[in-house]
């Protein structure tokens, strides 16, 4: 787990998250933007990081007696290569998953503490969502996400143009998990637009047959919040002569 230990420790993965987006930074320039981290600090793990080749020198030029080096990243070198993934344990797994989700955690509790006028605006977002995909349109699909992706992270600085953070995870099912046709073909966890037959979580509206969670049952089932056919007991009232309501609707003589 050679470059898992070397990309992700967390000064180092700062380092190297600070360089994407084809930046080119000097160690005094990059210091000043991890200003949390001592100075000598950075200096070290971009020795370390230079030596071992995610890190490049493009640019040299003297200062006060010294030699001030321009950086950039070597995109290639700077993840964790396939088979050495493969080789990894769970543990390892599980220890690189967490040092990524806390370089996560970092960037946006740095973004909050900048005091965002508006994140919405700004684009801050995050929602999950699940797909049923065989492996061979999982690959089409991480295809298709490349060729989106790519043109744009070769844009460089502009007017009006802000440096953004993608943050990618790809998480499939336990492998022993129920499949139902009659499931989404996607269901999105945030409340949007499911297909007809699907319950959706924030209440969107379901076809005949199916419970809403927020109310809308088709006749013979039961609703929580009132207006079931007749014959069945309302917990709020409204029920046909002869049930009792709990809350004091008009029972019929006893």
């Keep these: 787990m050679a470059s898992a230990d070397l990309l992700l420790h967390p000064v180092r993965l700062r380092i190297v998250k600070a360089f994407l987006g084809d930046r080119a930074l000097t160690t005094s320039q990059l210091a000043a933007e991890l200003d949390d981290v001592p100075a000598g600090s950075v200096y070290r ?13 493009v640019a040299e030029r003297p200062v006060r007696g010294t030699v001030e080096r321009t950086y950039t990243l070597r995109m290639a070198a700077a993840q964790i290569q396939p088979g050495e993934a493969r080789a990894m344990s769970f543990d390892e ?12 955690v970092g960037d946006f509790d740095r973004y909050l ?23 061979a349109e999982m690959a089409e699909f991480a295809r298709d996400l490349v060729m989106v992706v790519a043109p744009r992270m070769a844009n460089p600085p502009a007017p009006g143009r802000r440096r953004r953070m993608l943050y990618s ?18 269901s999105d966890v945030l409340g949007g637009p499911d297909r007809p037959g699907p319950e959706d979580e924030l209440g969107g509206g379901d076809p005949a047959g199916r419970e809403d969670e ?41």
């Design 45 to 57: 793990h971009v020795a370390r990081l230079t030596k071992a080749g995610i890190l490049q020198v």
């Design 93 to 104: 797994h599980a220890q690189a998953f967490m040092a990524y989700i806390a370089g996560l």
């Design 113 to 135: 503490a900048s005091r965002p006028a508006d994140p919405v605006a700004d684009g801050a977002n995050y929602r999950v969502a699940a797909m049923w995909l065989s492996d």
């Design 169 to 186: 995870v790809f998480l499939p099912a336990p492998r022993g998990t129920p499949d139902s046709s009659e499931e989404a073909i996607m």
């Design 214 to 254: 927020l109310g809308g049952d088709r006749p013979g089932r039961e609703d929580e919040l009132g207006g079931d056919r007749p014959g069945r007991e309302d917990e709020l009232g409204g029920d046909e002569p002869g049930p009792e309501d709990e809350l004091g609707g008009p029972d019929p003589a006893r």
